[in-house]
Nanobody, 124 residues
Framework: VQLQASGGGLVQAGGSLRLSCVTSGFTFDRAVVGWFRQAPGKEREAVAC????????LYGDSVKGRFTISSDNAKNTVYLQMNSLKPEDTAVYYC??????????????????WGQGTLVTVSS
């Protein structure tokens, strides 16, 4: 199983970034896939996830209305479009996959699969 995240970088407040996570080794269209983040000195938090079987999505309160998660089942890839970025969005972002499709399991940080992080830095 592999999850390869990319797309992080440095952006000014108010700007946008799109993260990508290319996956392999599990049945993507049955999985819940999504993103967590961890800022320095803070606990890891769930950002967004998507159940690929029915397209249901879930967002953390701090990113609702600004971030959008999507998937391309043909490419086994999950995306996170981040708009109106704020300095408090600065964190290492991790993609994750819960292959059994259990969204609650995913949101509680109990996914089976994790990718390496990609750093997002938002300057004020």
């Amino acid at each position: 199983v592999q999850l390869q995240a990319s797309g992080g970088g440095l952006v000014q407040a108010g700007g946008s970034l799109r993260l990508s996570c290319v996956t392999s080794g599990f049945t993507f269209d049955r999985a819940v896939v999504g993103w967590f983040r961890q800022a320095p000195g803070k606990e890891r938090e769930a950002v967004a996830c998507r159940a690929n079987s029915n397209s249901n999505t879930l967002y953390g309160d701090s990113v609702k209305g600004r971030f959008t998660i999507s998937s391309d089942n043909a490419k086994n890839t999950v995306y996170l479009q981040m708009n109106s970025l704020k300095p408090e969005d600065t964190a290492v972002y991790y993609c994750s996959a819960e292959p059994r499709g259990w969204m609650v399991h995913f949101w509680n940080g109990r996914s089976d699969y994790w990718g390496q992080g990609t750093l997002v830095t938002v300057s004020s």
